[in-house]
């Protein structure tokens, strides 16, 4: 397993953190997983024998159960491991039970606390945009937080790269703690990430954590062209995280997968995670398992070197066009183009 500094911070983390939406699996994350105490042992031992060193949950996974069976389940190995979890999303039906006002996010990690069993979190990260909050609100309290030793560092997770910039200006502005990670959806399915929030991570030295890196499933190889998807499987128009706006293209991606896999001994699934895990930016991919066995398929993928040859194919075949002012920018203004510029523009220009 490789580790990676964490964006900025000194923090070396696990090219692939253990998702623990299933964790619980009440409610919405049933559909997810439904591992109790016990089956959530399982998987976190499994994940750290071959080297996993972050557990990814968050306070809203089955309204608390998922942090409660993780500090269950760690128990007094919680030292020897990083913990990620986060806040913004309604933890009840009080005006005051969701967003990212000073008192919720108090009230929140504090609760979050509880049912983990620690007195520390080591990556606490923003759910989602609270646009009605003021910035200096939001990361004061986040600040605090770390000054009193409960959280260790701060992320944000589904922001746009203007929210991110105004965040970490009102940051340095202010003297306060910066975000040093960003927790985004980013997979062969969709790569609409690289337009600006690659760049952005790569420009301000932000750490990229991976959510649904085979694309909730779609990039396993059960769905295939013309073949029939396994029993209580949806069809690609039901899905809406991520969405499926090309299914050619989509199945296109998924045969350069299989085909991938298939002369490489492995899955679709592990040449997926490979991909995104050698990414630019990207420090870790998230994955969550149903069962053992689909686990350590995942967990293989961080010992998986694609060739420069294999990832130019899967680069082509799940290619976006380029959007405005980048197609013009790669017209006209590639003589002065920085580390971050290139990550988008690169594979463009002749």
């Known amino acids: 397993m490789e580790y990676r500094q964490l964006g900025r911070s000194g923090l ?5 953190t253990l ?8 409610g919405w994350a049933s559909a997810v997983g439904q591992i109790d105490v016990e089956g959530a042992r399982k998987q976190i031992n499994l994940a750290r024998d071959a080297g996993v060193n972050l557990i990814d949950t968050a306070d809203v996974y089955s309204s608390g159960a998922s942090e409660e069976i993780v500090g269950q389940a760690l128990g ?7 913990i990620a979890t986060k806040v913004r999303m309604p933890m009840g039906d009080g005006p005051n039970d969701a967003g990212l006002s000073r008192h919720h996010i108090i009230r929140a990690a504090e609760a979050s606390l509880r049912r983990l069993g620690t007195d520390y979190i080591d990556l606490y990260q923003v759910h989602e945009w609270d646009g009605q909050t003021p910035l200096e ?4 309290a986040l600040d605090s937080l770390v000054q009193s030793g409960k959280v260790r560092y701060i992320g944000a997770s589904n922001y746009a790269a203007w929210h991110l910039i105004k965040a970490l200006w009102t940051s340095d502005r202010n003297g306060l703690q910066r975000f ?3 927790q985004i959806y980013y997979s062969l399915q969709a790569r609409e990430a690289e337009n600006e929030l690659v760049p952005v991570s790569i420009d301000q030295g932000l750490g990229i954590l991976v959510w649904s890196p085979i694309a909730g499933g779609l990039l396993s190889g059960k769905y295939r062209r013309g073949v029939d998807a396994p029993a209580g499987s949806r069809h690609l128009s039901d899905w809406s995280e991520p969405p499926v706006h090309d299914e050619d293209k989509l ?14 001994g492995v899955s679709a699934a592990q040449v997926a995670l490979a991909y995104t895990i050698g990414k630019a930016a990207v420090t870790s991919v998230i994955v969550g398992a149903r069962t053992e066995d689909q686990l350590a398929d995942n967990l293989a993928s961080a010992e998986l070197d694609l060739s420069v040859e294999e990832v130019a194919q899967l680069d082509a075949v799940s290619a976006q066009p380029l959007q405005y002012p980048y197609w013009h920018q ?11 510029d290139l990550s988008l523009l690169g594979p463009h220009l002749g």
């Open 180 to 182: 040093v990670s960003q």
């Open 19 to 26: 998702g623990t939406m299933g964790f619980g699996g009440t």
């Open 251 to 264: 199945y296109n991606t998924i045969e350069t997968l299989v085909e991938i896999g298939s002369a490489r």
């Open 76 to 82: 007094s190995d919680r030292e020897d491991v990083l």
């Open 12 to 16: 070396r983390v696990s090219t692939i």
């Open 330 to 340: 790669a017209n006209t203004s590639s003589d002065r183009l920085s580390p971050a």
């Open 137 to 140: 609100e939001t990361l004061s």
